[in-house]
Nanobody
């Protein structure tokens, strides 16, 4: 099986920084796109950032210039560096990865359990 484990969430004041990590483990052959999503209470989950296997990135307009997504392919890990945090960034952050398992011929999306990010004003 494949698991994604997130870490790094917490409480921070506006203007502060957090670094989220998400490590994929298990029977992995290859990882394609990886990304971060977030969901605030009462709102739908939204895309925050995506990084491809070739390390091309895309960001939601709301986080451009403040967040940086990166990955370490040797460690099967994706990161989200969050700077200049705002109260509106408060949400549960989920990592996502499109993974080809060993012995499989089809890609699947996997999700982490979510990590809470709270930004106080």
């Amino acid at each position: 099986q494949v698991q994604l484990v997130e870490s790094g969430g917490g409480l921070v004041q506006a203007g502060g920084s957090l670094r989220l990590s998400c490590a994929a483990s298990g029977s992995i052959f290859s990882i394609n796109d990886m990304g971060w999503y977030r969901q605030a209470p009462g709102k739908q989950r939204e895309l925050v950032a995506i990084i491809t296997s070739g390390k091309s990135t895309n960001y939601a307009d709301s986080v451009k210039g403040r967040f940086t997504i990166s990955r370490d392919n040797d460690k099967n890990t994706v990161y989200l560096q969050m700077d200049s945090l705002k109260p509106e960034d408060t949400a549960v952050y989920f990592c996502n990865a499109r993974i080809l398992r060993r012995g499989s011929i089809s890609w699947r999306d996997y999700w982490g359990q979510g990590t809470q990010v709270t930004v106080s004003s």
